[in-house]
């Protein structure tokens, strides 16, 4: 380049570019063809970022480098989240089975008792195990790690998304049954209805507050339970956005995706809300994850949007 290229007319121009590149806080990388479906994410023990591609029946793993490798799994994974065992575990909601696998792609299916369950959520348990919501059966299942699956009765109708709470308890949210669920180790088992009807939650994660959030998808709002069962609910600008699933952030904020809404939304502890739209329209974003500093949802375009997050 010529020496001070940067105050000639190209090198303004360029420097523009850059600036808006910078403010702009979500880019999109593309992982697969539209067709494949990515759905889930989750922070991987090998540093990568793991998802599933639900339509191409497999599970992809972009690394550090930004390559992307794609390892078939079987039909219909959908949601996945690190195990104990340095393996990474999902759901098959389509062939009923319950995945793993490890960082080198070598696969392993385990089948609930409960034939057609339709398991969905999965999550790391306080004890050692894996704990997985058979929607289609209402049950809540366990499973070791040497794949012994142990199944309780749900308190309520299509137990959906479920986390390991602050409270040594898993929660999940009851998509049918417009309540949150919460289950002990030793499958003890209780419901919380919500008080706006019809909510329809779906998405839930243990928050930075000590609190449960979830989602509620058919009333657009974002709701927290305490771990002794106080709700409070927040509604979206959008109540047409359809928010489906989150995470916490690096910043301390709860982070979410708008299905209907075509954004990434965020909720501080005081419930204040802030929308950040999606690069292209019909993205539809699913879930998302936080990993190495910032967040990242899957796209129905066959694409990761990634969310730069502000820490003070």
């Known amino acids: 380049m010529p020496h001070a290229f940067h105050v000639s007319e190209p090198g303004e121009v360029l420097l523009e570019r850059v600036g808006r590149w910078l403010a702009d806080p979500v880019r999109e990388v593309t992982v697969s063809g539209p067709e494949a479906g990515p759905y889930a994410l989750a922070d991987g023990p090998d540093g990568a970022l793991w998802f599933t ?9 972009r690394g550090a480098d930004g390559r992307v490798t794609v390892h078939p799994v079987g039909p219909g994974p959908t949601v996945l989240a690190q195990g104990p ?22 696969v392993t299916s385990f089948a609930p008792p409960t034939a057609d369950g339709g398991p969905f959520g999965i999550a790391a348990g306080p004890d050692g195990a894996m704990w997985f919501t058979l929607s289609g059966a209402d049950r809540i299942g366990r499973i070791t790690m040497d794949g012994e699956i142990t199944e309780y009765p749900s308190p309520g109708a299509f137990p959906s998304a479920l ?36 909510a329809a939650p779906v998405g839930i994660t243990a928050g930075p507050d000590g609190a449960l959030w979830f989602t509620e998808i058919g009333a657009g ?22 928010p489906h699933a989150l995470t916490t952030g690096p910043d301390g ?22 929308g950040y739209d999606l690069p292209r329209p019909a993205c539809e974003p699913h879930g998302i994850v ?3 500093g910032a967040l990242w949802c899957a796209l129905e375009t066959g694409s990761l949007a990634r969310i730069a997050v502000h820490v003070e």
């Open 53 to 61: 591609l639900v339509h191409q029946g497999a599970i992809g793993r």
């Open 85 to 106: 065992d340095g393996a990474l575990w999902f759901t098959e909601y389509r062939s009923h089975r319950i995945g793993r696998i490890t960082v080198d792609g070598e």
């Open 163 to 198: 986390t390991a709470g602050p409270d040594g308890a898993l929660w999940f949210t009851l998509n049918q049954a417009n309540a949150i669920g919460r289950i002990t180790t030793d499958g003890q088992t209780t419901a919380y209805p919500l008080p706006t009807p019809s």
């Open 221 to 242: 709002q974002i709701g927290r339970i305490t771990v002794d069962g106080t709700v409070t609910e927040y509604p979206l600008p959008d109540r047409q956005a359809r």
């Open 253 to 274: 904020a709860v982070w979410f995706t708008e299905w209907g809404g075509n954004r990434i939304g965020r909720i501080d502890t005081d419930g204040r809300i802030t």
């Open 290 to 292: 936080q990993h190495r």
